[in-house]
């Protein structure tokens, strides 16, 4: 099943129709509690989590004026779609390998009334060269896939986003390296479990690791993510933050992710 949306121009009126997008089947549209900003997500495939969320918040903490921004392997598009929502003055590209979620990111953009804002490409990021963006960035982000290892009974749209497939940690970083800025800087979220493999293939290719803030459950468990961020040719400095703790041990989410969620420019939907 297909239907259209409308979509609208987000002047004062909030009324103008500007284009027809259509929505496929199990495909549907989340609000995200963001000054009016949707997202259609498809049921059958990988959708956002708190990692993108973190991701975004952690990024937009680096993020200044004018500054050039890419973002690999953008899936849905929600990560430019969070930081262009709180910080209007920025310009993201956003470059997606999956033909499915590079045409999702590019609906979701103009669902949003975001074209001058982002730009989606679709390509391989190990191949950036044959791509038509701008060589030289001031950040990079990156939510990228997580597993390293065989692949169990997954759907290829849902392997390609967990495992590493057509990417690895290392092209990550030698592309980051290749599109950045000398200083500029490479955001991104991990599995803790990797935090070795991330440290040296960061330092192999010439970005040094800064700030290192892990992500754990609750306090009674281990971290489980980790959120980094690296400049090319710094300097050799790590400051560790304390870890950001999701859950209460209730399970209500804590103080400090209300405040990620609530307390930036504007509130991210829980």
Excluded at 52 to 63: D, I, K
Excluded at 105 to 114: D, G, Q, T, Y
Excluded at 189 to 207: E, F, K, T
Aim: charge should be positive; proline fraction near 4%.
């Amino acid at each position: 099943m297909r239907y259209i949306l409308n979509t609208y121009n987000y002047t004062k009126d909030r009324t103008i129709i500007v284009e027809n997008l259509l929505i496929n089947e199990h495909e549907r549209v989340d609000n995200l509690h963001l000054d009016g900003y949707k997202i259609i997500q498809n049921t059958q495939h990988f959708r956002y989590g708190v990692d993108a969320v973190l991701l975004s918040w952690f990024a937009g903490q680096r993020v200044f004026k004018n500054a050039k921004i890419i973002d690999l392997g953008t899936g849905t598009g929600i990560i430019p779609i969070l930081l262009v929502a709180n910080e209007k003055c920025i310009h993201v590209d956003a470059i997606e390998i999956q033909d499915y979620y590079a045409d999702l990111a590019s609906r979701n953009i103009k669902l949003n009334n975001l074209q001058n804002y982002i730009n989606v490409t679709q390509g391989d990021i190990r191949n950036l060269s044959e791509v038509s963006i701008n060589p030289k960035y001031d950040i990079v982000v990156s939510n990228p896939p997580y597993m390293k290892g065989s692949i169990h009974n997954e759907k290829l749209p849902h392997a390609i986003a967990r495992h590493e497939i057509t990417w690895s940690m290392e092209a990550l970083m030698v592309t980051a390296r290749k599109i950045l800025k000398d200083r500029g800087k490479l955001i991104f979220i991990h599995r803790a479990s990797r935090l070795v493999d991330i440290i040296y293939n960061m330092r192999a290719n010439g970005i040094e690791p800064k700030v290192m803030r892990l992500v754990t459950p609750k306090l009674s468990k281990d971290p489980n993510l980790v959120l980094i961020e690296g400049h090319k040719n710094g300097k050799a400095q790590l400051t560790v933050e304390k870890p950001i703790v999701i859950y209460n041990e209730n399970g209500d989410y804590t103080d400090e992710l209300k405040d990620i969620y609530y307390n930036s420019k504007k509130p991210i939907s829980l």
